[in-house]
Nanobody, 115 residues
Framework: QVQLVESGGGLVQAGGSLRLSCAAS??????MGWYRQAPGKQRELVAG???????YYADSVKGRFTISRHNGKNTVWLQMNSLKPEDSAVYYC???????????WGQGTQVTVSS
């Protein structure tokens, strides 16, 4: 099990940008990415990236969010542009230490977008 430390959340006005970071304490050979959960809603996958750089985005964030990863640093970032109030949620980083293994999770970071 690895520890995941997130940073970069905060309060921003609609149309603004934030960049989330997540650093793992050990080697990550599987996928990394971000989920989010808003109050009263289910946790949803926002974006993911494989070790080879293959990405996935939820339809709601395509064209606005960009996920990137540095394998040597075991770090994943989520650049969020053109933020909307509906993007407000707790964002959770995940990582799989091995391909196919269960995800480890970060503690979550709050993103609040004001209108």
């Amino acid at each position: 099990q690895v520890q995941l430390v997130e940073s970069g959340g905060g309060l921003v006005q609609a149309g603004g940008s934030l960049r989330l970071s997540c650093a793992a304490s050990g080697s990550i050979k599987g996928g990394m990415g971000w989920y989010r959960q808003a109050p009263g809603k289910q946790r949803e996958l926002v974006a993911g990236i494989s070790r080879l750089g293959i990405t996935y985005y939820a339809d709601s964030v395509k064209g606005r969010f960009t996920i990137s990863r540095h394998n040597g640093k075991n770090t994943v970032w989520l650049q969020m542009n053109s933020l909307k109030p509906e993007d407000s949620a707790v964002y959770y980083c995940y990582a799989a230490s091995e391909v196919g293994s269960a995800n480890d999770w970060g503690q979550g970071t709050q993103v609040t977008v004001s209108s």
